[in-house]
């Protein structure tokens, strides 16, 4: 989960308790202008803190999910076209398993896309 602030970095960023995630997050927000690290790491331990990251989970296993099926992809330039279109799927077509809602629609977004939510969207980006 990311928290951000003002001018686009996120203030703390939150991983479950896997144990290559701190020497990760070392090399990547460390700062020796700072003495320190630049973006607060929180471990959640779900069996120590009992608090879990399931929506962020379930975007990865579906991202996970979905990446198993490219094994015979040849072209690398398609990946993050996929890629895209994954998140896509996940903010605007798909319902969240657990909230059982859209996520653009929990965001405020009434889109009125119809039935078929991808032509819907297609539609509504071609207006403009």
């Known amino acids: 989960m990311f928290k951000s602030i003002q001018k686009g970095k996120p203030k703390f960023i939150q991983t479950d308790g896997g144990v290559f995630y701190p020497k990760a997050f070392r090399k990547l927000f460390y700062s020796n202008k700072i ?10 331990n779900a069996s120590v803190t009992k608090i879990h990251n399931y929506r962020i989970e379930t975007v990865f296993m579906k991202i996970k999910d979905r990446v198993d099926d490219f094994r015979g992809l040849k072209a690398l330039w398609s990946a993050p076209i996929l890629m895209n279109a994954l998140v896509i799927q996940h903010n605007f077509i798909e319902a969240h398993t657990t909230i059982d809602e859209v996520p653009c629609n929990r965001a405020g977004q009434e889109l009125d896309l119809g039935e078929n939510r991808w032509l819907g969207l297609i539609r509504l980006s071609s207006k403009y």
């Open 35 to 44: 003495g320190g690290l630049t973006v607060e790491h929180k471990i959640q």
